[in-house]
């Protein structure tokens, strides 16, 4: 099964919704409207399966914005038609099918997402010796040095600038290094520069983590300047570990709600806790 099925197959999965004929509520006007374009939305992420995953991030992101929207508009009781909405359990199973289809759907995006090498920033260079491979340099105008030292900031706060420090999740997840990367964001990076190394090498080259650091914040850089309506949260430096501790589709997620979608990771740290930490 391809990427595109498995994403037709989670949006089939969405809108199959038990039908329960005795707690139905038609949509009031509004809401309707609302759930139409959430029903657009759906084909379009279908649609834009067919182009790029960027499309189907953004057309994702609109689809989970829509939906939380309709969740707090009002609803009238008439008689039950195409559009109906559930109370009680019914509604609260439909949230939770939204929420985990929402984090699927974003974690699939961001696994798959490749930089285009012809577009690629200052700081990241094509090695003539090393096999088309994507090199991530520090730039030599100066340009970087921001950038290092929010990193130097964020691996005393990760690992107390032990390049060897290594953990596992009770989930099994692994992390380690200067920043304490997973498996699925070395993933990304081997994909983005066309490298391939274990975790186990990863943890015994410190050259290589530095570069994967680089990387790492320079990416979440291009999703901070594209995210616009930021709110209250301007900061990039505690947007950047935001990021980072939470994922690129959690940052999103956290400032969209403004701050509501606040989890903690193993070790009880918050994204806000996170934010407030790093801004300047």
């Known amino acids: 099964m391809d990427l595109a099925d498995t994403i037709r197959n989670k949006l089939n999965e969405y809108r199959a919704q038990p039908v329960s004929d005795s707690r ?3 949509e009031s006007a509004k809401r309707k409207g609302v759930m139409s374009k959430v029903s657009k ?3 379009e992420v279908e649609q834009a399966m067919q182009s790029t995953t ?3 991030l ?3 992101n609109s689809l989970m914005a829509l939906t939380r929207e309709s969740r707090t508009l009002p609803e009238d009781q008439e008689t039950p038609g195409p559009l109906d909405y559930f109370l009680g359990e019914d509604i ?4 939770q099918l939204v929420d985990t289809t929402g984090s699927f759907f974003s974690n699939v995006a961001e696994s798959t997402q490749e930089i285009d090498k012809k577009d690629a920033d200052e700081g990241i260079i094509i090695s003539s010796d090393s ?3 994507v090199e991530v340099q520090p730039d030599t105008d100066g340009k970087d040095a921001e950038i290092i030292k929010f990193i130097e900031k964020l691996t005393i706060s990760e690992s107390s600038g032990d390049p060897t420090a290594d953990r596992t ?3 099994g997840r692994r992390f380690a290094g200067l920043l304490q990367f997973g498996k699925a964001r070395l993933t990304d990076y081997k994909k983005a520069t066309n490298t391939k190394f274990t975790q186990d090498d990863f943890v015994k080259d410190v050259d290589l983590q530095k570069k994967v650091a680089l990387w790492h914040i320079k990416d979440i850089d291009k999703l901070i300047d594209k995210t616009k309506n930021r709110g209250k949260y301007t900061n990039r430096n505690g947007l ?3 990021a980072h501790l939470g994922g690129r589709a959690g940052m999103i997620e956290f400032v969209e709600t403004q701050g509501k979608y606040n989890p903690a990771d193993e070790e009880g740290t918050t994204l806000q806790e996170y934010y407030d930490k790093f801004k300047d």
């Open 24 to 26: 139905m509520l038609i």
């Open 41 to 43: 939305t759906q084909r």
């Open 54 to 56: 960027q499309d189907a």
């Open 58 to 60: 953004e057309s994702i």
């Open 92 to 95: 609260e199973a439909q949230e």
């Open 131 to 133: 096999g088309g491979a």
């Open 169 to 171: 999740n009770e989930d």
């Open 240 to 242: 950047r570990a935001v």
